[in-house]
Nanobody, 119 residues
């Protein structure tokens, strides 16, 4: 199972970006999918996640600005980020809880995509 993230880049404060993360490989079932971020010198933190049933949750600092969504047919999770702030600058990682066809259920991580918000 592999997760491939894309969509990061450089944007001015107030701008928008959309991140994508596609899961592929020997996938039996995918449960929660979500996004984390890690700013320079800081610990990784959860940003948003969406369950297999479509329930979502967000960290307080992004509520009302970020939207997580999911394409179940494409095994893909998205993060639409609006009204970006310099403090949103970080490497963003996607994570999926996956039951592979031939192994135990566990967490899988994407490679990270850099989001830089200039002031």
């Amino acid at each position: 199972v592999q997760l491939q993230a894309s969509g990061g880049g450089l944007v001015q404060a107030g701008g928008s970006l959309r991140l994508s993360c596609a899961a592929s490989g020997s996938i039996g079932s995918i449960y929660d999918m979500g996004w984390y971020r890690q700013a320079a010198g800081k610990q990784r933190e959860v940003v948003a996640f969406i369950t297999a049933y479509g329930s979502t949750d967000y960290r307080d600092s992004v509520k009302g600005r970020f939207t997580v969504s999911r394409d179940y047919a494409r095994n893909t999770v998205y993060l639409k980020m609006n009204s970006l702030k310099p403090e949103d600058t970080a490497v963003y990682f996607c994570k999926a809880v996956v039951q592979p066809i031939d192994g135990p259920r566990r967490d899988y991580w994407g490679q990270g995509t850099l989001v830089t918000v200039s002031s």
